[in-house]
């Protein structure tokens, strides 16, 4: 018997920095928009006959074992498969195999995404019978305590449910809100964008401080800049519910300008020209993913303006990954061999 399972990573759209504690208790209302992409994570975990906890990453190539799972020892290698097994601790030893698809340093949630997979995994071979926000709840703490930094908890919520959705930042519940069901829709909306690795890849965690700690010390235009980037993400739900593509384009352009002042270092010289090639091949807007700095940009183009597109982004170093949104959320499944 083993246990598999499977986690969208996410491209966010509006909203991003809202998801961090303790900026979403600052500015009430606060929401973030975003898509569960199929560049995700996999895992499987096998029940062993004896107690050894053996560790394998396929993406990284890197393993880690110990005799049983108090003497697995954190901050190895695979130091957060290793905390979640500790969080979790299955009856007997496991075979681990995890699979992480998203460039190092993308952008795109793929630690979280690993997480989720992870944690759904451990939840179904231990019948523990956690809910979702039980699952992303634990998920943001423990990766708080691995990178030592606030973390935002938007990945989650997309490696979890997948789709297109809003998310809802509140003190008593953070509510999940699906805007797009259409398959038409979604399957345009998935034509029309295109995903790129700039090549650059970032730490979001560095990013995301810088943020924070500028929002508190009132540094700058912080406070507005994400009040601002709070009017935008609930204005990007509103076009996408009623289907308006212009209205997405123009919306997500207005996300990155503003999401540019938050932090020194959000976007780059490199990241502009790409920026700016795209727009003269057909793109309507582009923004970089997560916290900025690198990792992967997100670019939305004229319909039949794909190709050329792509082609002025590799121009400028530059790698389209090819994707699909992910109609469902983290899936799992028990397998009787």
């Known amino acids: 018997m083993y246990v598999e399972a499977v986690a969208p990573s996410r491209i966010d759209l509006a909203g991003g920095t809202l998801d961090i504690y303790p900026l979403y208790l600052f500015e009430p209302g606060g929401i973030t928009v975003n898509m569960g992409i199929d560049v995700g994570s996999r895992v499987r975990i096998t029940p062993r006959k004896d107690q050894e906890i053996h560790l394998r990453s396929v993406d990284t190539g890197l393993e880690q074992s110990?005799?049983?799972?108090?003497?697995?020892?954190l901050g190895g290698p695979l130091d957060l498969v290793a905390r979640l097994l500790k969080f979790y601790p299955p009856a007997t030893g496991v075979d681990v195999e995890t699979e992480n698809r998203p460039p190092k340093g993308s952008g795109l949630g793929a630690s979280s995404s690993l997480i989720i997979a992870v944690s759904g995994a451990l939840n179904e071979?231990?019948?523990?019978?956690?809910?979702?926000?039980?699952?992303?709840?634990?998920?943001?703490?423990?990766?708080?305590?691995?990178i030592r930094i606030p973390t935002g908890k938007q990945d989650?919520?997309?490696?979890?449910?997948?789709?297109?959705?809003a998310i809802h930042w509140g003190i008593r519940e953070n509510r999940v809100q699906a805007l797009l069901v259409g398959e038409?829709?979604?399957?345009?909306?998935?034509?029309?964008?295109?995903?790129?690795?700039?090549?650059?890849?970032?730490?979001?965690?560095?990013?995301?401080?810088?943020?924070v700690r500028n929002y508190i010390e009132n540094t700058g235009s912080t406070q507005t800049s994400l009040r601002t980037i709070n009017t935008t993400a609930h204005e990007m739900a509103s076009v996408l519910q009623s289907v308006d593509l212009d209205g997405f384009a123009r919306v997500l352009d207005h996300e990155w300008q503003h999401r540019r002042s938050l932090a020194e270092g959000v976007s780059t010289p490199e990241i502009d020209a790409m920026i700016e090639s795209a727009r003269t091949s057909g793109a309507l807007a582009s923004k970089i993913c997560g916290a900025g700095g690198g990792g992967c940009m997100v670019t939305f183009v004229e319909e039949g303006a794909q190709d050329a597109v792509k082609e002025a982004l590799v121009r400028h170093g530059a790698q389209p990954i090819p994707f699909r949104i992910s109609r469902e959320g983290m899936q799992v499944r028990r397998v009787e061999e």
Not at 66 to 73: C, F, G, R, V, W
Not at 125 to 136: A, H, K, P, T, V
Not at 158 to 165: F, K, L, P, R, S
Request: a negative charge.
């Open 184 to 211: 038409e829709t979604i399957a345009t909306l998935e034509r029309r964008l295109i995903l790129s690795f700039t090549g650059i890849s970032h730490f979001s965690g560095a990013t995301n401080w810088d943020m």
């Open 156 to 165: 989650y919520y997309a490696a979890y449910y997948g789709g297109v959705n």
């Open 66 to 73: 110990a005799t049983s799972i108090d003497e697995l020892e």
């Open 125 to 146: 071979l231990n019948g523990l019978g956690l809910d979702g926000e039980s699952i992303i709840r634990y998920a943001a703490d423990l990766e708080a305590q691995i």
